[in-house]
């Protein structure tokens, strides 16, 4: 037996070996990614193989993924600035990149009305399911089958049997409980359903093995007319059903022109999900019109999405844009405060610019390692003069981040590797006078959260500080 064992062990070693050359090879533009992963699989025999199974690489799944979102890649669409909008002057650079980068047009006749708890964000979505007259599309991380996704799976299934066309695309992992029973019902009704990245072991409720390149969008586009976005998916915690209590968070339900380009968004998952080639009608969808607004009630939006397939990290590099440019404050609301060398580095120079730089984070973990990292993170600016909030009124999970009354940039993604380099996700860019309402609400927030001192910090325990680093350690795979 212990012959057998130590040829196990021997094995593991040649393949943690070998997995070791297959990093540093294939990720040479992500250098701390790299030493990560080969100081865990050289220093170790066992632990280093089965970490790398669950967060290593899948360089068949990025292949896979190349044909269907090769078109972001350098696509650009002629960007003009007239007069009438002198105040996007400013971002002009930001609106470009964007558009060079990943086609996000920017649309100007929009509305957006905003939800801070889920209780109302998905009452007003039940509203305009039920409304719907041609067509439902959903794409989301988690679409649970619990009460509130219950409530849903009926409506989709009620409005299918209406003859309404209806699409639906839900993650692998995120929603890995979703039974086959729910699924044959769904598709009996006549609901499409695609599996983002589904398990090949799905007996044993884990996923695919994998917690990288999971489909981290929250979509849900009405008749071409309406998108409901945001940090909100659907399942009993959002609505303070769960563990964690009262919920806070930030829903968007978006009218007017930016609807077509989350609907371009939707229509290359779709295609993924469902084996496609892409086609050039993606980027010519017919578009319900709008009626042309005065100039004043204009409110331009960029709709931007990021995924592990894309030259670019555009949704990590429009905010380290933000934070570069930024002149008088950077708010930014998360659950997870990991960033990158860069973008720390970039909030540190912005705090001894003389920016008003401010973080709220929960003051209640969902995740013990990201929560020890976030007050890793966070130590590096707090003694530069950052204002860091700790939110008291249940779990914060809204995620943004507002510069300067003039940009806010608010979606799916968190403040965190997993966001900008891992997962599939999609924000808006909000120019102009809609920012305030973002800020408005975060200073309301900050009266529902305590605000850390240098002191504090600075006395916490051994313990905690261990904690810290040791998390701190793996948060290129958090």
């Known amino acids: ?120 964000f998905f009452k007003d979505m039940t509203t305009n399911l039920l409304a719907a007259e041609n067509e439902i599309k959903m794409e989301y991380f988690i679409f649970n089958d619990d009460e509130l996704g219950s409530h849903f799976y009926n409506i989709l299934t009620r ?102 380009e989350f609907e371009k968004e939707f229509m290359v998952s779709w295609n993924f999900v469902k084996n496609k080639l892409p086609t050039n009608r993606i980027d010519d969808l017919d578009a319900p019109k709008f009626p042309i607004k005065h100039e ?59 920016v008003d730089v401010r973080v709220m984070i929960p003051s209640i973990p969902d995740h013990l390692f990201v929560y020890w990292a976030n007050q890793s993170f966070y130590g590096e600016i707090i003694n530069l003069g950052a204002k860091i909030y700790k939110y008291q009124d249940g779990f914060l999970h809204s995620k943004g981040v507002i510069v300067d009354d003039e940009i806010a940039a608010v979606g799916t993604a968190n403040f965190d590797y997993r966001s900008f380099y891992q997962n599939f996700e999609i924000n808006i860019m909000i120019y102009g006078i809609e920012v305030k309402k973002f800020k408005d609400r975060f200073y309301r927030d900050s009266n529902c959260s305590i605000l850390i001192s240098k002191d504090e910090y600075k006395n916490r325990g051994n313990v905690q500080k261990i904690k810290e680093s040791i998390c701190r350690l793996v948060a290129p795979i958090l």
């Open 1 to 120: 037996m212990e012959i057998i064992i130590g040829i196990l062990r021997d094995y593991l070693i040649v393949i943690n070996i070998f997995l070791a050359a297959i990093v540093i090879f294939f990720e040479r533009k992500r250098p701390v990614y790299t030493l990560f992963w080969i100081t865990i699989l050289l220093l170790t025999s066992y632990f280093g193989f089965i970490m790398y199974l669950f967060f290593g690489m899948s360089f068949k799944k990025k292949n896979k993924l190349k044909r269907f979102y090769s078109r972001k890649f350098l696509k650009h669409t002629k960007f003009l600035i007239t007069s009438n909008y002198i105040h996007l002057l400013r971002w002009k650079e930001l609106i470009h990149y964007l558009e060079v980068v990943s086609n996000s047009k920017i649309t100007f006749n929009n509305e957006i009305k905003i939800f801070n708890t889920g209780e109302d």
């Open 296 to 354: 004043d009630s204009l409110l331009p939006i960029q709709v931007v999405s990021s995924g592990p397939n894309y030259e670019f990290r555009t949704i990590r590099d429009s905010i380290l844009k933000m934070i570069i440019e930024a002149k008088k404050y950077i708010y930014i609301q998360t659950p997870y405060f990991i960033p990158d060398d860069t973008i720390l580095d970039a909030l540190k120079i912005a705090i001894l610019s003389g």
């Open 159 to 260: 409005k299918a049997a209406e003859g309404i066309k209806i699409s639906l695309i839900v993650d692998g992992a995120g929603t890995r409980d979703l039974s086959k029973r729910r699924i044959k019902d769904l598709k009996t009704a006549g609901v499409d359903i695609g599996i983002f990245f589904p398990s090949y072991f799905p007996f044993l409720k884990i996923g695919n093995l994998r917690a990288n390149y999971r489909d981290h969008r929250k979509l849900c586009i009405i008749d071409q007319k309406i998108c409901y976005t945001g940090g909100l998916n659907i399942g009993d915690e959002y609505v303070g059903k769960g563990k964690l209590g009262s919920w806070r968070d930030t829903g968007l339900k978006v009218e007017g022109e930016c609807v077509l």
